[in-house]
């Protein structure tokens, strides 16, 4: 399954990238994209661990920038 989800009150490009690193290290993300200029994330899992792997991903990004919150479009 392939989402883009919208990110609110991403602060930086650094961020960003870390959000990113520790997004791809998720157990069954083929590919994840976090873009500070267009304020999205791009995440692509296994159909079968989906919902656990946007739950993890939401956790990576809190990590992060506990400010940064992940909004389904």
């Given at each position: 399954m392939k989402?883009?989800?919208a990110m609110e009150n991403l602060?930086?490009?650094?961020?960003?990238?870390k959000m990113e690193k520790n997004i791809l290290k998720i157990d069954g993300v083929r590919s994840?994209?976090?873009s500070f200029f267009a304020q999205k994330l791009v995440l692509e899992g296994d159909d079968?661990?989906?919902d656990?792997?946007?739950k993890e991903a939401c956790k990576a990004v809190s990590?992060?920038?506990?400010d940064c919150?992940?909004?389904a479009k």
């Amino acid at each position: 399954m392939k989402k883009t989800f919208a990110m609110e009150n991403l602060d930086c490009a650094n961020c960003a990238a870390k959000m990113e690193k520790n997004i791809l290290k998720i157990d069954g993300v083929r590919s994840a994209t976090v873009s500070f200029f267009a304020q999205k994330l791009v995440l692509e899992g296994d159909d079968a661990r989906w919902d656990e792997i946007v739950k993890e991903a939401c956790k990576a990004v809190s990590r992060v920038d506990a400010d940064c919150k992940v909004i389904a479009k």
